[in-house]
């Protein structure tokens, strides 16, 4: 069964930084892109980034560009997202998902996604 599980959330000061985690069992994430999304109160979902399978490609919203950053742990099966800079407008659930199985590429679009984790949250206030 494939199971997606972040943690590292939590609340920070605005300017603070978190690195959140995302941890895969059920099957290998070798062969598989990771997205990353988040969701505030009363808002649609977001995707904030993406790293492809081979670790090679990314994709950020433009609302976190240079603030956040994606990477992945193949041999211990995780995903991470560094957030700095934290704003307020930051604060939201956030998510890992990933898409059906050797689905290699990215995607913005929540829709790509097959598996959800059960979101981390976010809070980021004075």
């Known amino acids: 069964q494939v199971q997606l599980v972040e943690s590292g959330g939590g609340l920070v000061q605005p300017g603070g930084s978190l690195k959140l985690s995302c941890l895969a069992s059920g099957f290998t994430l070798d062969y598989n892109a990771i997205g990353w999304f988040r969701q505030a109160p009363g808002k649609e979902r977001e995707g904030v980034s993406c790293i492809s399978a081979s670790g090679r490609a990314t994709y950020y919203a433009d609302s976190v560009k240079g603030r956040f950053t994606i990477s992945r742990d193949n041999l211990k099966n995780m995903v991470y997202l560094q957030m700095n800079s934290l704003k307020p407008e930051d604060t939201a659930v956030y998510f890992c998902?990933?898409?059906?199985?050797?689905?290699?590429?990215?995607?913005?679009?929540?829709?790509?996604?097959?598996?959800w984790g059960q979101g981390t949250q976010v809070t980021v206030s004075s």
């Open positions: 998902a990933t898409p059906r199985r050797y689905s290699t590429t990215c995607s913005s679009s929540s829709n790509y996604y097959t598996y």
